[in-house]
């Protein structure tokens, strides 16, 4: 059985103090660091996600050139080339 000395005791006592005051004093300086490359990563990726967006809304706002003759102006917009019949208008009948 082994029996627990006071030496031991406040060599783990002060191993313990050390290791807090420098996790304390390392956070001090590199916490502000690590949350600032945080902030920056963050803002350039909201950058990026805005030009995308912009960009995407700029070409599908654009509107179509029906005189282009390479593309018949059709890609975009593609008529109906289905022929339908003649528009009649029914009116209704009252029974008497």
Excluded: C, H, W
């Amino acid at each position: 059985m082994d029996i627990a000395s006071f030496g031991g005791f406040l060599r783990t006592l002060v191993i313990i103090v050390v290791i807090y005051y420098a996790f304390k004093f390392a956070m001090r300086y590199l916490f502000p660091l690590f949350v600032y490359k945080m902030a920056k990563k963050v803002e350039r990726n909201f950058q990026q996600q805005q030009q995308d967006f912009y960009q995407q809304n700029r070409t599908t706002q654009e509107e179509p050139n029906f005189n282009d003759q390479s593309t018949g102006g059709k890609d975009k917009f593609p008529r109906s080339t289905k022929v339908v019949g003649e528009y009649i208008d029914f009116e209704e009948v009252d029974k008497k």
